[in-house]
């Protein structure tokens, strides 16, 4: 029997959630989250993996098939692998995926793998050394490198790689990294940056358009139908062997076919990242709520999700940095 569909006020049917099992991560994105940043959930504020487990069930029921696993750095959460492997062995689940900057994936691919992760996609958003340092706040182009490599060797494909395209930082890089990608077998995406908290509004913005285009041209791509549980948009090579997606948010949004929400550590789902539309989902957990009140509540969050973001009209409207929503 077919679970019932999850519809929000605008017809668009949510069967995606992204849900972040940390809000801490071992490197400091100038777009995400600042130096010396300090306000993180406390531990006990977290949902424990059974929590997890029931809200996800419950998201599953009612007709939820996509899970992501995002962070901070899901890979920092004790036991992630034994978490991935419940949530893969929910009934209703048919896609597990995680967000990875990889430098601890070298240690939990094989893993990861066997537990039923699906699909990775790993931050990447330079290949020169001191730029990553500059970018991530660490240096750890090398481990990325040795985690992606440990990735194809457990047989993780095709791992999608995003790069986060930052005019005057990293735009000069876009084709260098695409050659990187199909020299590879990686998948490419590039996201346009988005101005939330403090972090995200002092990145110097840049239009994929008009990127979308001279790729198209230099590489001789054609618009391909790969899809996935998000918004990219994809060109490809003829023969198939290379795709790169186009996140854009700003530019071009996609905000009538958002089919998700995203869920933090300490289970509050934000309906959108734009937005400040959100549900608690811990305190009904904590007193022990029914199923059927689990699900009403999650209907009711549901219900909640705002038409678009205002990233163009409200660049300041948001002070949460991206970490403290789930990537």
């Known amino acids: 029997m077919n679970a019932p569909a999850l519809v929000d006020q605008y017809g668009r049917h949510i069967d995606y959630v992204r849900l972040s099992v940390t809000d801490r991560c071992d490197l400091r994105c100038s777009y995400c989250m ?15 993996f059974d929590e997890i487990e029931r809200l996800l069930g419950a998201f599953a029921r009612l007709g939820v098939r996509r899970v992501r696993l995002t962070g901070g750095e899901p890979l920092l959460r004790r036991d992630i692998s034994g978490l991935a492997r419940r949530i893969a062995s929910l009934p209703g689940i048919e896609d597990l995926s995680l967000s990875t900057n990889a430098t601890q994936l070298d240690r939990h691919a094989g893993a990861l793998k066997a537990a039923g992760v699906t699909r990775l996609n790993v931050s990447l958003d330079s290949l020169q050394q001191a730029r990553v340092e500059r970018i991530n706040g660490r240096d750890v182009l090398a481990r990325v490198m040795t985690g992606l490599a440990a990735a194809q060797e457990a047989g993780f494909a095709p791992i999608k790689l995003n790069m986060v395209a930052m005019r005057g930082s990293n735009d000069d890089e876009i084709d260098e990294m695409v050659a990187f990608c199909m020299e590879r077998g990686f998948v490419l995406r590039l996201i346009e940056a988005m101005p939330m908290g403090a972090t995200g509004r002092n990145t110097e913005y840049l239009d994929l358009q008009p990127v979308k285009e001279r790729l198209r041209e230099r590489f001789g791509l054609v618009e391909t139908a790969l899809t996935g549980g998000g918004p990219a948009r994809y060109l490809g090579t003829a023969d198939g062997r290379f795709n790169v997606g186009f996140i854009t948010p700003i530019s071009q949004h996609f905000c ?10 300490d289970g509050t789902a934000y309906m959108c990242l734009g937005q400040d539309e959100k549900f608690e989902f811990r305190p009904l957990l904590r007193r022990g709520c029914s199923d059927a009140e689990l699900d009403a509540a999650i209907v009711e969050a549901i219900n909640l999700k705002p038409e678009r973001h205002e990233f163009r009209e409200a660049p300041h409207k948001l002070v949460r940095f991206m970490s403290m929503t789930g990537g």
């Open 34 to 48: 600042p130096e010396g940043f300090k306000g993180f959930e406390e531990p006990a504020d977290w949902l424990d």
């Open 256 to 265: 009538e076919s958002c089919n998700r929400i995203r869920i933090a550590v």
